[in-house]
């Protein structure tokens, strides 16, 4: 399968701007809301920390890999 990177890129703006809005509309006790987990073996979870552990470290762990990745074919890894 063969990206179409110019068309990812324009994509992406859309997708970031629809995270933040959902992200920025959360309250509080949509924070707090209870979320099960159990069949990860994680337990029941609130939201709060499924964003914080969940989905921020996985962004960070596969921006990780492909650091790692680009690294033998002489191109720059993690860009901060």
Request: hydrophobic fraction near 40%.
């Given at each position: 399968?063969?990206?179409?990177?110019?068309?990812?890129?324009?994509?992406?703006?859309?997708?970031?701007?629809?995270?933040?809005?959902?992200?920025?509309?959360?309250s509080a006790?949509?924070?707090?809301?209870?979320?099960?987990?159990?069949?990860?073996?994680?337990?029941?979870?609130?939201?709060?920390w499924v964003l914080g552990n969940v989905i921020i470290w996985h962004v960070a762990a596969h921006c990780g890999e492909v650091s790692c990745l680009k690294r033998p074919q002489d191109a720059k890894g993690f860009p901060f």
């Open positions: 399968m063969e990206v179409n990177l110019p068309e990812l890129k324009e994509y992406a703006p859309a997708v970031y701007k629809s995270a933040s809005e959902w992200l920025g509309s959360l006790p949509d924070l707090g809301k209870e979320i099960d987990l159990s069949n990860f073996g994680l337990g029941k979870q609130t939201l709060a």
